[in-house]
């Protein structure tokens, strides 16, 4: 339920009223501060509650904006201010303070007003016309003064970005008619339309899907249609698309093709439903988060599966796009992670800021087409989807894999070198919540936390980069003797002991090298490419897929991870990792049951067996947590498309 307390001076034909009514709140009517004291106190404290004052004109949307949105304890705009339940003991006593005799003087409403608006009747953002969020009052209204206690008294109050939406609350007639003819110069619903679509987006999205599925959106949204239900209807489609490409028929190709366009359409309008709605939810975070890889590596499925169909054998190229993809998508999240709040360091007392990198990076955005070249050539989501499909219905499944592999390791080795550039050169300390953050990300199991307990203090003394270079040594090391090494030996399981040590030796020191945020990434490239050798070298019928099966688990595990530290949940349990043995136990294990088994045809049914167990474990906990009331509430952005 949600509650709007109406304050201030009522304005006789105001359609505020309705508009809070239309946005889902039973209004109730306070004459003065005391009473809406009084009224606070009666709504249940598991109700959303707004204060908004009664002179208030603005855009609906802007009243959306502050009132609705589910992320944020506390927002507010000009005249208007929500809090949800955790915030509604801190609004309490802030309406008591401020009812109690704090209120801001004539003085200090001017002032603070000439600060907001750059001394004119509105207020301003950075670029954008001075149509929105003022205040002409002598004296600030009731709920921009709790507003203010609320965050001098330490909680948080989100302050939406209007744009061009007005939201004001003008004192007399003249101002009032100024604000009301700003409100009808901009067109609210227009407005709403372009901010549902994301700000940066590839070239594809942008110019071949945005421009109608921001409208599909909207005929969701008037149809009471939530983002999960077009979230889970994408999945579908993809899914279809990858049974018609498993026929292995020219006809489904075609099919698959356009179904999973039509999927990546789907999967633009979501979020932007959720962005026109403001329905953001702690389920449609997970939905979102994993379902686009689910789709896509289930897409890679189906075309293995119709290329054996058809006599030609690709599962190794399947799962070999799928490795590339992952470890690509981790070097991103780690990168940023690694730099999300670290701090300048200082020479002399002066910031050191900027790198020879970001400064040819800006000299580049400036020129306008290299923006949208740089975004395409990294191949995001939506390009690399529109490859797929169009080489689907065109070519062979071969053909799309040898195009996959080859965009995304370019784009690969383009982004990796241009951070490795700018780490190594920008000056800047890594925080302690960084320096966390990637430890967690590692998924470093029980035996390489062993090793690093007891290499710990002679490791700390050794030079910041060489972890990342044992990390290498190790990963390369594991996987050369998959490579070339006698399966069925014991220096199979060696060449995995030398891993197990190598990544305790790496993640016994911080993470605070400027290369650090690479170990995660090498990690990952060592597990799944193990596995990928390992399984090519086997050649044993079924053993590709069992490894695919694998390697798809335990990366909806490691995207798992990072979806919960993006939104400040922290890691998984320390228990689960350690159930599912870290990156390194996996290895190990896969390892000895390789070069023990006495039947080769035994290696796809274990592999199997390991992938099944690794996706119960890790799913069940996943559900549990992203259902439960820790889960960010949040809509997550995910890749780029």
């Known amino acids: 339920m949600s509650t709007a307390i109406l304050t201030g001076t009522p304005v006789p034909g105001s359609p505020l009223e309705g508009d809070l009514r239309s946005l889902g709140f039973d209004v109730r009517t306070a ?93 301003t953002e950075p670029g954008q016309p001075a149509t929105h969020t003022a205040s002409a009052s002598a004296e600030l209204p009731l709920a921009d003064r709790v507003s203010a206690a609320l965050d001098a008294d330490g909680t948080a109050v989100q302050h939406p970005e209007l744009g061009s939406l007005v939201a004001a609350v003008p004192d007399g007639p003249a101002a009032r008619e100024e604000a009301l003819a700003a409100v009808a110069a901009v067109d609210d619903e227009a407005v709403r339309l372009r901010s549902a679509v994301k700000a940066r987006d590839g070239f594809f999205t942008t110019f071949c899907i945005s421009p109608y599925s921001r409208y599909l959106a909207r005929w969701c949204a008037r149809r009471g249609l939530t983002p999960n239900q077009v979230t889970t209807a994408s999945l579908l489609t993809a899914l279809v698309a990858a049974g018609c490409a498993a026929t292995g028929t020219r006809g489904g190709y075609v099919a698959a093709g356009l179904l999973l366009l039509f999927s990546f359409v789907l999967d633009c309008t979501d979020g932007q439903l959720a962005r026109y709605s403001l329905q953001y939810s702690t389920m449609g975070a997970w939905l979102d988060a994993t379902f686009d890889r689910a789709k896509e590596y289930a897409y890679y499925a189906g075309l293995a599966l119709g290329a054996a169909r058809g006599g030609d054998d690709v599962w190794a190229l399947a799962l070999a796009a799928m490795v590339l993809q992952s470890v690509r998508h981790f070097v991103d999240f780690s990168f940023n992670e690694a730099n999300a709040d670290s701090t300048a360091a200082t020479v002399n007392g002066k910031a050191v800021v900027g790198t020879p990198t970001t400064a040819l990076s800006s000299r580049l955005d400036s020129v306008g087409w290299t923006v949208w070249v740089r975004r395409m050539i990294v191949l995001p989501i939506g390009e690399r989807w529109a490859m797929i499909a169009v080489l689907t219905a065109l070519t062979t499944p071969r053909i799309v894999f040898y195009a996959l592999l080859a965009g995304c390791a370019f784009a690969a080795c383009y982004t990796t070198a241009g951070r490795v550039l700018r780490s190594v050169t920008r000056k800047a300390v890594r925080t302690d919540r960084a320096a966390q953050a990637l430890a967690d990300l590692a998924d470093t199991g029980p035996l390489a936390e062993l090793v690093a307990r007891l290499v710990r203090r002679p490791v700390r003394a050794l030079p910041g980069v060489l972890p990342l270079l044992v990390a290498l040594a190790g990963g390369a090391a594991a996987v050369g003797v998959a490579a070339f090494g006698p399966l069925d030996s014991p220096l199979l399981i060696l060449g995995a002991l030398v891993y197990v040590v190598t990544s305790g030796i790496a993640v016994a020191h911080r993470m605070g090298g400027p290369l650090d945020w690479l170990v995660p990434p090498v990690f990952r490239a060592t597990e799944y490419g193990f596995l990928l050798v390992l399984a090519a070298r086997a050649d044993v019928p079924g053993a590709l897929p069992a490894a695919f099966a694998l390697v798809a688990a335990v990366a909806y595990h490691h995207y798992d991870t990072v979806y919960r530290i993006r939104g400040g949940a922290g890691a998984p349990p320390r228990g689960l990792v350690r159930a599912l043995g870290g990156h390194e136990g996996r290895t190990l294990l896969v390892a000895v049951l390789a070069a023990l088994t006495t039947a080769e045809s035994d290696l796809a049914p274990e592999l199997t067996v390991i992938a099944v167990l690794v996706a119960v474990i890790a799913l069940a906990e996943s559900i549990r947590f992203w259902v439960s009331s820790g889960a960010p509430a949040v809509h997550d952005e995910g890749e780029t498309a």
Do not use: C, I, M, Y
């Not at 609906?60 to 609705?68: C, D, E, F, G, M």
């Not at 801001?104 to 907001?116: E, G, I, L, M, W």
């Open 31 to 123: 004459p003065d501060a005391a009473a809406a004291v009084g009224l606070l106190a009666a709504v249940p404290p598991a109700d959303r509650v707004a204060l908004v004052d009664q002179r208030f004109v603005g855009h609906l949307h802007a009243l959306r904006l502050a009132l609705t949105d589910p992320r944020f304890p506390a927002a507010a705009v000009t005249g208007a201010l929500t809090a949800q339940p955790e915030a509604r003991a801190a609004l309490s006593v802030a309406l008591a303070t401020v009812t109690n005799g704090t209120a801001v003087s004539r003085t200090d409403a001017k002032a603070d007003t000439a600060v907001r608006t750059g001394g004119s009747g509105l207020a």
